[in-house]
């Protein structure tokens, strides 16, 4: 893995850009989730286009954090803060793909057709007649899960803002 540069005081644009649509993005697939056998009879079409792009966009944020084209953190004084960071981004990274990835599993026990804004995509796991599995059931609270986790990224954020008055926040905003 490379280091992480220690010059680079702000996310680039790129990343802030992407930080900010998967927020988006996130939002806008739990408004238009629908849970159930019913998705069978109306899938919820705009639903999976913003899982799926979700899942889209974790890959330049990957690309970008593996080649240290993300600041170090600014909590090198506070190991015990910086260690919690680390493994609420992991955390964050396993839900923007497991998310989705479940979401297209489900869909596909349904027997539903999954595309990404018109572009059909093909089943990933055979259509059954009963429930959909435990899969589909972890999806569905995981999105109520995802929703929590990103309130408690927006209060550590606001937290080092306000209590630490460090650069965290301003250093993801787009202005």
Do not use: C, K
Not at 15 to 38: C, D, P, Q, Y
Not at 127 to 153: K, R
Request: charged letters at 10%; zero cysteines.
């Amino acid at each position: 893995m490379i280091s992480r540069n220690s010059h680079v005081v702000r996310y680039s644009t790129v990343m802030i850009a992407v930080h900010w649509m998967t927020a988006f993005l996130i939002m806008a697939a739990w408004i238009t989730s629908e849970g159930g056998r019913h998705v069978v009879a109306n899938p919820p079409l705009l639903h999976f286009s913003f899982g799926l792009a979700v899942l889209v966009l974790v890959v330049p944020r990957l690309v970008l954090h593996f080649l240290g084209q993300t600041p170090p953190a600014l909590d090198e004084h506070r190991p015990g803060l910086a260690l919690a960071a680390r493994i609420g981004h992991a955390v964050l990274y396993a839900f923007l793909i497991g998310l989705p990835l479940s979401g297209w599993y489900a869909a596909s026990r349904l027997g539903v057709s999954v595309s990404f804004f018109g572009i059909g995509l093909p089943a990933i796991a055979a259509p059954v007649q009963g429930a959909p599995g435990l899969i589909a059931e972890i999806h569905e609270n995981a999105g109520t899960v995802i929703l929590y986790l990103a309130g408690l990224h927006v209060l550590m954020a606001g937290w080092h803002h306000f209590v630490f008055r460090d650069r965290t926040l301003r250093r993801m905003s787009p202005f």
